[in-house]
């Protein structure tokens, strides 16, 4: 079935590093794909996202891109700041129902 | 606008107790989702519903739980009994005609 792996964390940067975390997903057919971010005491918001291969989102100075050739959606930013310590959610929609497939989470803690 | 709404933001109950959780969604979203997260097991799709109509249940814990849209603006979440076990936060997740998702806030809930 279709599923969504990222990178375990926690991660801990120092401000201004740069940041990847990794996300890689198995889907049947052509996936929506979907960055998320929970910031601490709230729900998930929508980060960024991409609808077919090659596409960039960007978002906030966070860009992901589309891979299809090695299904991969990594996210990353140039310089993070403190207010970007949160956890990180990659998402997938596969079908032609609304569910999204989740990954399990990354959490980012920046230290200035 | 005024995003997806929940109550209550946090409850305390004692095991065995009924919980009602209470979410309005987006006005014209016509999907909804609630979900479970814990640090144990992340980020559970429980239910959702397509047109008031619950489409996948199939993340329901158990028959303690029970969700209902009875119209497009209002739906709940009911356990009954509550065991210390179902400590979470739950959210409560629309969309419109699209594949992203809005959460609300969230409630925090802690069965004693």
């Known amino acids: 079935g279709d599923s969504v792996t990222q990178m375990e964390g926690p991660v801990t940067l120092s401000e201004e590093a740069f940041l990847t975390i990794n996300c890689t997903y198995t889907a049947t057919g052509y996936p929506s794909l979907f960055w998320y971010v929970q910031y601490p005491g709230e729900g998930l918001q929508l980060l960024l996202k991409?609808?077919?291969a090659d596409d960039k989102g960007s978002n906030k100075g966070f860009e992901a891109t589309y891979r299809k050739e090695t299904t991969s959606f990594h996210l990353e930013k140039g310089s993070v700041q403190v207010s970007d310590s949160a956890v990180y959610f990659c998402a997938l929609n596969a079908g032609n129902n609304r569910k999204l497939i989740w990954g399990l989470g990354t959490s980012l803690a920046v230290n200035p | 606008d005024a995003g997806v709404i929940q109550s209550p933001r946090h409850e305390v109950t004692e095991m065995g107790q009924e919980v009602t959780l209470r979410c309005k969604p987006i006005s014209g979203h016509n999907s909804l989702f609630w979900y479970r997260q814990t640090m144990m097991r992340g980020l559970e799709l429980l239910i959702y519903?397509?047109?008031?109509?619950?489409?996948?249940d199939s993340g329901m814990p158990e028959d303690r739980f029970s969700a209902k849209m009875p119209n497009a603006s209002f739906s709940t979440l009911k356990i009954q009994p509550s065991e210390p076990r179902d400590s979470a936060v739950y959210f409560c997740?629309?969309?419109?005609?699209?594949?992203?998702?809005?959460f609300g806030p969230g409630t925090r809930l802690t069965v004693l």
């Open positions: 519903f397509n047109n008031n109509v619950p489409i996948d």
């Open positions: 997740a629309s969309n419109p005609s699209t594949d992203t998702q809005y």
């Open positions: 991409a609808t077919k």
